[in-house]
């Protein structure tokens, strides 16, 4: 009998596990970002989807520093960041653009988005009137 309710209870864990698995995996893809350059020559990459541990890398496969023109503005207006691992892929973008001599202008985040970005400094343009008032979860925040 023990071994039985002890062998269900790991699958129950498994199961949790590969489940959440796969619905990070099924939101990871809902990162996209449709691109234009405006009338002065910047590029705006209009974001849609959630930001956070599972979609880091397609976030930053979305973009290409070295082509882009000088401007670059990042619009967050349909996107979310969801964690602490979306902050750091926000700093990771900037310090990219950074180290091919370009400014990236981010629009659209939320104050405590903007408070965590410790390393973008002042490559980081916000647009205040705009900005979201939701919050992000972080414990330097709590």
């Known amino acids: 009998m023990i071994t039985v309710v ?3 209870a790991i699958a129950v864990i498994i199961g949790v596990i590969l489940s959440a698995l796969v619905f990070a995996w099924e939101h990871a893809k809902q990162m996209q970002a449709k691109s234009y350059i405006d009338e002065d020559g910047t590029k705006i990459y209009e974001l849609s989807g959630p930001l956070f541990f599972g979609s880091v890398q397609h976030f930053q496969d979305l973009f290409d520093p070295r082509n882009d023109p000088d401007e ?16 750091g892929a926000i700093d990771t973008l900037a310090e990219r653009y950074e180290r091919h001599g370009k400014r990236l202008h981010l629009k659209h985040l939320s104050r405590e988005c903007r408070d965590l970005l410790e ?11 705009e900005d979201p008032q939701y919050h992000v979860a972080d414990d330097r925040l709590a």
Do not use: C, Q, T, W
């Open 72 to 87: 670059v503005v990042v619009d967050f207006y349909d996107a979310r960041v969801a964690d602490h691992s979306g902050i």
């Open 119 to 129: 390393k973008a400094g002042d490559l980081v343009e916000v647009n205040v009137m």
């Open 6 to 8: 002890a062998d269900l």
